[in-house]
């Protein structure tokens, strides 16, 4: 496990990268600077050695380890501290920039290794102690958004260091240092396809201590704002000396000038909207008044079922004290007396049977023939038209046609409730 505190310098005659490598064993004390890149590798070749090896003497071990951090006491890691590691078969990397409000506190980061393996862990403490820059924070500050990398692969030195190199030949300043690293997935960003070994992207914000040259402005200029605004590349000059190993999004860069900055803070002028200081927070005594709920008690239920009973009783008086009202009772009560009569009726009434259910007469013998015939019956011979037979409650009546001659005529007989149809009819008539 190593840790890396990378700066860049320049000075006007000289270029230099310095990295600071160190082992890390169960407790390891770093000291990062406000402002600048931070960056410390958990390397899985130095956990290996702390869980037993395969049971085969010789056997090459590949475990995959997990590693996990959070400041100590604490669930999760300090908001300016991020932690990747892509597979449990590659190193892990914390990464961040440090803040001037945690100067001279010291941040204990847990680290626990996990051997997905064998499920044996193993914790390491690492000792944050933040330390205050002379020139933080750098006063020219711009950030690149870079979509050819992830940000484990731009963590990497050899990478950072070639990309602060083509800013150094850009932007030719005295003291140029990495501030921060982010993913795009942090900035809301979208995952790639895996297809054509896209990548999610990565914002890289460096600092120096001169203004900003004119290729890094080209973007401001308007050509190059409309050509953004139809999301088509804008023409920079000094984009050839990134884009052998970098592409740059220049659409998307953002130049800060901390100089022409004014401050925000203006001093309260008391007047009208503003209210007066209260003082003090004092909170309610322990000793609490009692309170009357009776008062709450009429408003709530007294009045509302008062207010029912009146329209009640109005209601009342009218349905019944009132001739209108008694009208309409008279007249309820009369549907309801004869919708019971009809369906009392429709319960004991006799449905006379289907013609085709009836025995019938042979057209020639005359005899009765059964409904249900055998199947050795010739039904050809069959009549279309069928005469039904006499039944308890077919009634015929003569009628004469034409001199001499006289028909009968079949009339349906029906009983409601056990008397007959004409006895009803008869009683109607006399009512």
Known sequence: MSHLLFS???LPFCFSVYTILSKVHSDRNVYPSAGVLFVHVLEREYFKGEFPPYPKPGEISNDPITFNTNLMGYPDRPGWLRYIQRTPYSDGVLYGSPTVENVGKPTIIEITAYNRRTFETARHNLIINIMSAEDFPLPYQAEFFIRNMNVEEMLASEVLGDFLGAVKN???PERLNAINITSALDRGGRVPLPINDMKEGVYVMVGADVPFSSCLREVENPQNQLRCSQEMEPVITCDKKFR??????????SLVDNTKQVSTFQEVIRGEGILPDGGEYKPPSDTL????YYSDFLITLAVPSAIALVLFLILAYIMCCRREGVIQLVHHSAIQKSTKELRDMSKNREIAWPLSTLPVFHPVTGEIVPPLHTDSYDN???????TQQNLPHQTQIPQQQTAGEFRMTTFQRL???GIPEERKLTEAMNL
């Not at 008044?289 to 009357?292: E, G, I, Y």
């Open 170 to 172: 850009v932007w030719q």
């Open 8 to 10: 860049v310098s320049y």
């Open 289 to 292: 008044k009692s309170r009357d």
């Open 244 to 253: 052998t190993q970098f592409h740059i999004d220049w659409c998307k860069i």
């Open 380 to 386: 050809t011979s069959m009549p279309l038209m069928q």
């Open 415 to 417: 009983e409601v409730n």
